[in-house]
């Protein structure tokens, strides 16, 4: 009998936690669905991309032209640094380190310009804080080809960060709130690769400028004058037509930018420190991945200059694809989940990317890993200026981008004081020397530097929200409690405060559709 009661006991020890376990696994299950759904949704039906590229009016099409041109030539001037560092290091008598310091001071000034042009955009409209800025950068850019040293050269580099912040945000939120929502992906993604493309761009005049033994100073006064192309088009670029109805808005809901601005931090400012610290993670992806490569492939590795320029075309190449097909993806997929899919993705391939065997190895992972780290930030001009609050979109989108950039100003300078501290070895211990001074060990700081970064950013990406697709028109402002404030509500108030339609949001919106009909 006894023997009995044990086996009954022992049966229900041993039945009490399987069924625990039947209990919670359907729970953890659950718990996994709804992380997972909240990263990944089944996409919806794909437009092609070539509809969506030539379904443009003429006016959407010079606005995007307009930005794109602008970030184009911006990333031509910044690239200028980093391309021509070793030549402008040995002008001026100094380490390559010490002029790697002109593009950490050029990083951590371009919030000023954010914050500055920003501010004006909400205030004034996209078009002329947008003129100015362009202005302004070309003629310091000008003005560094005629440095005598390097602290002059510094402080040149120090202004132009304050121009090239401005750049980056306003550009981006102009030709996005211009562009249909079901282009905004693609065209992010091609907005974006304007970066790419000026660091091509970049790297073909470096090349014929080095190959001819030329002055450095050429490239900077080649990018000066491609500016004044970008200034003519602007003059016919229109104002923003989202920017047209939120000041009317707030003429009609007697809102002043002020209170607006002081609301959005009120109801944000949670997901405003999630912006910055996302676009942290994206600034040390791209700056820690690209401007101190040129150098790595030209003293560590003895790349001749023909054949790291061959190189640096072939990763942008990569990075123009990435950028391109990883921003029409995310229009279906999610901005989030495509821009984990390239954390993962580049940190798979470091290893090719700074150990191939040989050179056509080291080309092919340096083109796969570009091809990721432009890939995700193909989505991040239309996923930043989703998350950002109406009021903002001017100002959040390059305030959080500069900010991130502040964070990571220190990138390049980081990876060459630590490769110059720790140059590399012979199997007997000894360091290995060049021209008589040791070879700096650039390849393994950034191998361990950009593994660090992926993994932070699929972190990043993962926790965070996101708004595809979002329909700036119908989300004009935002009242007290959050609720989305749109045409229909303007136009709503303004009948009842005796003002009829004419001075209405919609009117504006139906002047914008016959506009873009034409």
Known sequence: MSSEVQKQEIATVETVPAERNESESPKSRNIFKRFWGSIYHKPEKQQNAWKLLTNLTRQQRLTFAAAFLGWTLDAFDFFSVSLSATRIAADFGVEPSAVT?????????????????????????????LMIDIILFSIINMASGFAPNLSTFIGLRAIFGIAMGGEWGLGASLALESLPIEARGLFSGIYQEGYATGYLFATLINYAITETNSSWRILFWVGASFSLL????????????????????????????????????????????????????????????????????TTQLGYTNTQMTVTAVIYNIGAICGGTIAGYLSNYFGRRFILAICAICAGAFIPLWIYAPNIQSLQFGAFVMQFFVQGGWGVIPAHINELSPPSFRGLMPGLAYQLGNLVSAASSQIEATIGERYPLKNADGSYKLKNGKPIADYGLTQAIFMGCVCGCLLIA??????????????????????????????????????????????????????????
């Open 461 to 518: 990406a993962v926790v965070g929200k996101e708004e595809t697709n979002k329909d700036f028109n119908a989300d004009l402002m935002e009242g007290e409690n959050g609720e989305k404030i749109g045409a229909d509500d303007v136009k709503a108030e303004s009948i009842e405060q005796g003002q009829g339609e004419n001075n209405s949001v919609s009117e504006t919106s139906e002047k914008a559709h016959k506009t873009n009909d034409n």
């Open 101 to 129: 310091s002109a593009i950490t001071t050029t990083l951590m000034l371009r919030p000023v310009g954010a914050l500055i042009f920003g501010a004006m955009a909400d205030k004034y409209g996209r078009r002329w804080p």
């Open 230 to 297: 970008a200034v003519f088009i602007r003059f016919f670029v229109p104002e923003s037509e989202t920017f047209e109805r939120q000041r009317n808005a707030r003429k009609i809901l007697r809102r002043s930018l002020f209170k607006e601005v002081i609301l959005a931090i009120k109801l944000h400012w949670l997901r405003m420190i999630y912006m910055v610290v996302l676009m942290a993670f994206m600034n040390f992806f791209s700056h820690g991945s690209q401007d101190l490569y040129p150098t790595f492939l």
